[in-house]
Structures are given as C-alpha cells and as structure tokens.
C-alpha cells in the first residue's frame, strides 16, 4: 500500500445537486483531515486503547492517505503497550440535525478478536443529543449492527432506544448482509453506506461495490426515494426524532475491548481460547491488528432544503 502522511487542503464545498438533496460539505483526499479532529482522550467505552493526536498519528503512520483514500489504522508493531494499543478516533468539526450523509468506504478494519470498530455520528451530552451507529462490530463479527442511543422516550420497532438509567444498550437490529462488515466488506473491494435522517425517519442504506450503487449517487444528486427499502429504518410515532437527535458529529474509530468486545470475550467460542481476557490477547498480539485500518474515499453530507438544511455549529469532543 502506497502511503502519504497527512497534509494540508482547504476544506471544499462541492457543487449544487439537482435533486432534493444538495451538497453541503464533501470530504475527501484534497481536504479530510481539515474537516475532523483528532480524539485524543481516554475512551469513554472503557477500551484498551490509546487514542492519538494528530501529530501522533503523522508521526506513526496511523492516519494519512493511501490507495487513493484516507487511511485510519492501528498500532500493529508494538507487544504489551502500557496505555492501550495505539489506534485513531476522529470527529467532524461540524454537527449536522438532519440531512443526508454519504460514505464510499474502501476497506473496514478486519475481522480479529479484541477490535470494535465503528462508523456512527453521536450529539453533545450523550446520549441527550443522540447517536446513529451506522457500521459496528465486535471480535469476529461478519454483519453490521445498526444501533440508536437516546435519552429517555425514544421507542421504535426495534426497542427502547435508551436503556435504564444509561441509555447504553440502545436499539439494535443486526444486518442481514454478510457484506456490509470487516472481511465480507473487503472482499468485495467495500462500498457505500448512506443516512437519512429526516424528522420522521432515520434510513440506513448499503450499497455493495459490486454493481449496484445509483447511479444518481455516483452523479452527485442523491435520491433516496429511488433507492428501494433501507437496510434498517427507525420511524414511528413512539419517538420525536428531532428532540432526541440534534448537532451530531461524524465519527469513525477502532477501538480494543472495552464495554462490548471486552464483556463478551468470555462468551466468545473462538475468541475466549485464545486468551484468558481480551486485554492480554489485544496486548501480546500486535501483528494480529494489521488489516484493522480504515481506508475511505469520501463523506459527503447532503441537505435538503424542504426539511431545513443541516446544522453546521462545530465541536471539538464527541
């Protein structure tokens, strides 16, 4: 893999779309690392992980851009790192409330026991502002779990959206699509993950490399109305989206244990034999994590003028 550390790019806006949707900010190779911060903080999911800065990540070659895209890796050399395996989580500078977010993604982390990955946008004050888990898994996992995080009021065909008194449990509903996590993902060359959030709906939709991405997507006017049936869709009058969803950052990180691959470690039949704990698996085993790297052409955040347009208030901190 040809690799080329960060560097510098105005942050561009694309052109006009012709449908509903219309471009309100794309990331990619000419602007990317302009647009996110680096998260640099302990993991609030309790992770055995060390999350790096920006110059960090320059420095160890954990985020730059190769193969034509944005390249967000781990930490695959070092045996027994004292603070948790080195690894990136970054955040958009701007939230968005509603609008219509697209992610053409080469390569996902891969498939190894310790990781969890994920791609999601999450709101200030958690879980008052919301969070859309968009692509997530844990250990071995071969599909994606699609999960909402609220407070308190939030109900939809798949649950509760917040669990007693912490709202940590969320709404889940697992893909059917082998396709849309880690190795399935990658053998297929990756694909395109899109989010419609309206205030009646929140729409999640794959589309596979392999020949079946809208050509309106492609030609940079987005219609989901053409779309066919999302992978999942939370809608109905048990929750009032737009209270409970608001000023959301773009999120992608990989972190190790922690809160879900660590608390079912002992439950997992392929993954509990090969450490008494997933801290000392993820420890001893560096070279393990070397296809857990992220490689992303581009995020593109559409907005529609008919729901009023995306918020574009920036953060700092998820």
Not at 201 to 211: D, E, S
Request: proline residues 6%; hydrophobic residues 35%.
């Amino acid at each position: 893999m040809s690799f080329t550390k960060i560097i510098g790019g105005a942050l561009a806006l694309g052109a006009a779309a012709q449908a509903a949707y219309t471009i309100q900010d794309s990331y990619d190779t000419t602007n990317f690392f302009d647009g996110f911060d680096f998260f640099n903080e302990p993991d609030p999911t309790n992770g055995f992980v060390n999350y790096v800065s920006a110059s960090e990540a320059n420095a160890l070659s954990l985020a730059g851009y190769a193969n034509g895209g944005i390249y967000l890796g781990v930490d695959a050399n070092t045996t027994n790192p004292p603070n948790g395996r080195s690894s990136v989580r970054i955040s958009s500078k701007k939230t968005y409330s509603q609008g219509l977010i697209i992610a053409d993604i080469a390569h996902q982390p891969a498939a190894v026991c310790g990781s969890w990955p994920a791609f999601w946008t999450v709101g200030p004050n958690w879980p008052a502002g919301g969070e859309i888990d968009i692509i997530e898994g844990v250990n071995m996992a071969t599909n994606t779990t699609y999960t909402l995080h609220t407070s308190a009021d939030c109900t939809f065909s798949q649950g509760d959206c917040n669990a007693p008194g912490t709202g940590s449990n969320g709404c889940p509903t697992l893909s059917n699509d082998v396709q849309t996590l880690a190795d399935g993902f990658n053998a297929i060359g990756g694909g395109i993950f899109a989010l419609e959030w309206t205030s009646s709906a929140i729409n999640i939709f794959f589309f596979p490399r392999t020949g079946s991405i809208p050509q309106d997507i492609a030609a940079g006017s987005p219609d989901p109305s053409t779309w066919g049936s999302p992978q999942t869709s939370f809608s109905g009058s048990g929750c009032d989206i737009p209270s409970h969803f608001t000023d959301n950052q773009i999120v992608f990180d990989t972190t190790f244990c922690g809160d879900w691959a660590g608390k079912v470690w002992p439950y997992d039949p392929i993954c509990s034999t090969k450490a008494a704990t997933c801290q000392d698996y993820v420890a001893a085993n560096p070279t393990a994590f070397k296809d857990s790297y992220w490689l992303i052409n581009s995020v593109k955040v559409y907005s529609d003028a008919t729901n009023g347009t995306a918020t574009t208030r920036r953060r700092f901190h998820a």
